[in-house]
């Protein structure tokens, strides 16, 4: 069974604060990305990663930045917080194809003050 | 650049109704359709999938989904919903053989016993 874990489930920073979003997956797959779920819009993609210290932008990746330095473990980073990006944060993992199922985390909700 | 239309924003139907949840997307070339459903406090779970062949595709929980491709279209449907399939459901689409996925904006879907 693939498992995406995520490292908090709630978060509260305040504003302009350098905060940390870690994931891990554990079926070694290549592809892994970091969305973002409003309600009302849905899931937007924020950065995806297709292999180690590769990287791509996503439709939002204002404000943020990524780090992926093993296979397993991909990182989201708000360089400041700001209010704005109050919101759920959401993992997955996949395989690298067109067509295969994304695996997701269980989402942190990240509320910046 | 893809886009997908969920018009249901949010449903309410009574148990044993017959669902259908509309999907739309834009774009004329290949595409790999998705359906998630994300249950209250669970994790984001893939539903069904059409990937090639069969436009009618069988997922979970008795759902199923219809591709037709001249309309741009995958609903989702299901004949008699429980309960149970309360939840949120976002349709997405991988296009031109993009890994990336481009997600709805979700319909919230509340079944009253």
């Known amino acids: 069974d693939v498992k995406v874990t995520q490292s908090s489930r709630y978060l509260v920073k305040r504003t302009g604060e350098k905060v940390f979003l870690e994931c891990v997956q554990d079926m070694d797959h290549e592809n892994m990305f970091w969305y973002r779920q409003d309600p009302g819009l849905g899931l937007r993609l924020i950065y995806f990663s297709y292999d180690v210290k590769m990287k791509e932008k996503g439709d939002i990746p204002e404000g943020y930045s990524v780090s992926r330095e093993k296979k397993e473990r991909f990182s989201l980073i708000l360089e400041s917080a700001s209010t704005n990006q109050t919101s759920m944060y959401l993992c997955a993992s996949s395989l690298p194809r067109a067509g295969e199922t994304q695996y997701f985390g269980p989402g942190t909700r990240l509320l910046v003050l | 650049a893809q886009s997908v239309s969920q018009h249901n924003h949010h449903v309410i139907l009574s148990e044993a109704a017959s669902l259908e949840l509309g999907c739309n997307y834009s774009?004329?070339?290949?595409?790999?359709l998705f359906w998630y459903v994300q249950y209250p406090g669970q994790h984001l779970q893939l539903l069904l999938k059409y990937f090639s062949g069969d436009p009618l595709v069988k997922g979970i929980k008795g759902f199923e989904a219809e591709f037709i491709k001249s309309k741009f279209s995958f609903n989702l449907r299901k004949p008699s919903v429980q309960w149970s399939d309360t939840a949120e459901y976002f349709c997405a689409v991988n296009a031109g053989g993009n890994e990336k996925l481009t997600f709805g904006t979700g319909t919230r879907l509340t079944i009253i016993p």
């Open positions: 774009y004329g070339g290949t595409v790999n």
